[in-house]
């Protein structure tokens, strides 16, 4: 109870200090001003309407908190906080303005309920996306979604609302993932073969320790363990603000994986060639020795990498990058993941080695392929108790 008797001590007739000295009844609740009044009835009246105030996001610790507008919260408190990279802040901006601010923005943040939210989900359902005319696809929606619901979770925690207004909404639809394709081992072997001596690395390390293209373009000297068989995947290539720089992998995910034997010795042979160059990081600002740059020095630009080295090197292995839908370098990615998981290794060892947060992404993007890890495991128990297991009769409708 809230409502205090401040003339009398609680449960008794026995009276206070205080008693016949000011308004007798007082009202408490955490965080917001303590008020006394003359009769009872006020203050409980006061009490509903305060506890009113805090279901609808109002306090506590401020009143004046959640009266802040959408937008203004955004910009001020939790973009600036927002440890993302600044191409990913570059996309989550671009998210806000199309997807959320035309909806949220003028709002204070205390008037965003769940009816809000399940309005803006209609509105994205049927929103006509610029490109192609089409609807959003179910990844940006997802996207947009999880933007929004960190923003809630912020203002919570910032004392802004009281409830998160997700709290009862369902979450959007996951997308829908089509057939992963994945790359024969002569596919592989055909891309690997057609680049060029001072750039096989890249494709290589991508195919056999799961780097992703921009961490492809950013291995050194310092991540290469050759005695224990490692190699640590701590940066990547990226364009920022048009400049190509040197900075931390993506969502930060640094990560150490086993370096094969083959692709160790093709590594120390580049830098025997090749030589390094010392490339300063934008992350922890510290000198790295890269082994793959262009032939003035430069780091490896995308763009150029594809149309020069990527899309020759999988057109002869067969590919066409003009007709099919996924001919990236990620390919090889995912035909290290599937190696991995026909060897029978540890999900939670794929997770950290691929680098992905939580386990969850790791089982949407592959979990068709541990499914045939799983028929392959069900066939050898099969082959391995084929005869030594007991027999039994088939059943007859008389026995049924």
């Known amino acids: ?73 955004c910009e001020e408190h939790w973009l600036p906080n927002h440890p993302g990279t600044p191409n990913s802040l570059r996309t989550i901006k671009s998210r806000l303005e199309n997807h959320i ?5 003028d709002k204070r943040m205390y008037d965003c309920r769940p009816s809000t939210v399940n309005g803006w989900k209609t509105t994205m359902r049927t929103k006509t996306a610029k490109r192609g005319g089409g609807k959003l696809s179910d990844a940006t929606i997802l996207a947009c979604w999880i933007h929004l619901g960190g923003i809630f979770r912020s203002a919570k925690i910032d004392g802004v609302i009281a409830v998160h207004p997700f709290e009862g909404v369902e979450r959007v639809d996951e997308p829908r993932r089509g057939h992963m394709r994945l790359l024969e081992d002569d596919t592989v072997d055909g891309i690997l073969e057609a680049f060029p001596d001072r750039y096989h690395g890249i494709p290589l390390v991508s195919a056999t320790c799961g780097h992703r293209q921009g961490e492809s373009f950013a291995v ?7 005695l224990r068989r490692k190699i640590e995947i701590r ?6 603000d048009g400049e190509l720089k040197l900075v931390a992998p993506k969502r930060g995910s640094v990560r150490t994986v086993p370096l094969p034997t083959p692709t160790g010795d093709a590594l120390a042979a580049h830098i025997e060639r090749y030589g390094t160059t010392a490339v300063r990081c934008e992350c922890c600002n510290r000198v790295n020795h890269l082994l793959f740059v262009t032939e003035s020095g430069e780091l490896l630009n995308f763009t150029k990498f594809n149309r020069t080295l990527w899309h020759p090197a999988i057109k002869a292995a067969g590919l066409d990058p003009a007709a099919d839908d996924e001919t990236g370098q990620h390919l090889l990615r995912h035909y290290y993941v599937s190696l991995l998981i026909d060897a029978h290794t540890n999900p ?45 009769p088939a059943r007859t409708a008389k026995g049924a």
């Open 1 to 73: 109870m809230t409502v205090e008797d401040r003339w009398h001590h609680k449960g008794t007739r026995k009276r206070t200090k205080d008693y016949g000295r000011g308004k007798r009844w007082r009202v408490r609740n955490p965080g917001t001003p303590v008020r006394s009044f003359e009769k009872k009835s006020d203050a409980e009246d006061y009490d509903t309407s305060v506890k009113s105030d805090l279901l609808k996001g109002m306090m506590p610790f401020d009143v004046t908190k959640g009266r802040i507008p959408f937008r203004e919260y």
């Open 101 to 105: 601010y035309p909806h949220f923005g």
């Open 220 to 226: 050194a000297v310092e991540d290469l363990d050759f």
């Open 235 to 240: 940066h990547q290539v990226q364009v920022i």
């Open 348 to 392: 939670k060892a794929i997770q950290q080695y691929v680098g992905h947060k939580h386990m969850s992404t790791t089982m949407d993007v592959y979990g068709g392929l541990f499914e045939r890890a799983h028929e392959q495991a069900t066939g050898v128990l099969d082959r391995a108790f084929a005869g030594r297991a007991r027999s039994y």
